[in-house]
Structure formats: structure tokens, C-alpha cells
């Protein structure tokens, strides 16, 4: 089981957007397809986040804040 944080790092790397109408569905199915992507590791998404954190540090901060949101919204209506 991956924590909020871990699947927010995976969120993170896609490219859905924080204007997106996403609902529930769509983020977990999301971060299933670009978790498949980084192999199934999670430790390799961590890397892009970390690259974009450097690259546009202005940026990341919001970004992260969504993908935190996004994920335990989603993730905890999956579970109910």
C-alpha cells in the first residue's frame, strides 16, 4: 500500500493539471497508468518530482499542494 505522499509524487509527474475537472476516477486511474510507466517503482517518480522541484521551484510548491489534495480525495472516497 502506498502512502498519500508516494501517491502524490506519482500525480505529480502526469500531466493532468489542477484546472482539469478530474474526478476521483480519473486521478487514481492517473497515477495507476504513470506508476506502470515508472515501473511500478514509485522511487522513480520521486526522481521526476525532485528534477522539477529544481527546475521550477516557483511552481512546485502548488503543484504538490494539488497532488497531496487530489490523491487523498480520491484515494479516500476509493476506500469508502
Do not use: N
Amino acid at each position: 500500500m502506498m502512502t498519500t505522499a508516494e501517491l502524490a509524487q506519482v500525480l505529480f509527474t502526469t500531466a493532468l493539471q489542477p484546472s482539469d475537472a478530474l474526478s476521483p476516477y480519473a486521478i487514481r486511474q492517473a497515477v495507476d497508468e504513470r506508476l506502470c510507466a515508472c515501473g511500478g517503482d514509485p522511487a522513480r517518480c520521486a526522481g521526476q518530482v525532485a528534477q522539477e522541484a529544481g527546475d521550477h521551484p516557483e511552481a512546485y510548491a502548488r503543484r504538490m499542494r494539488w497532488a497531496l489534495g487530489a490523491v487523498a480525495g480520491a484515494y479516500r472516497l476509493a476506500a469508502a
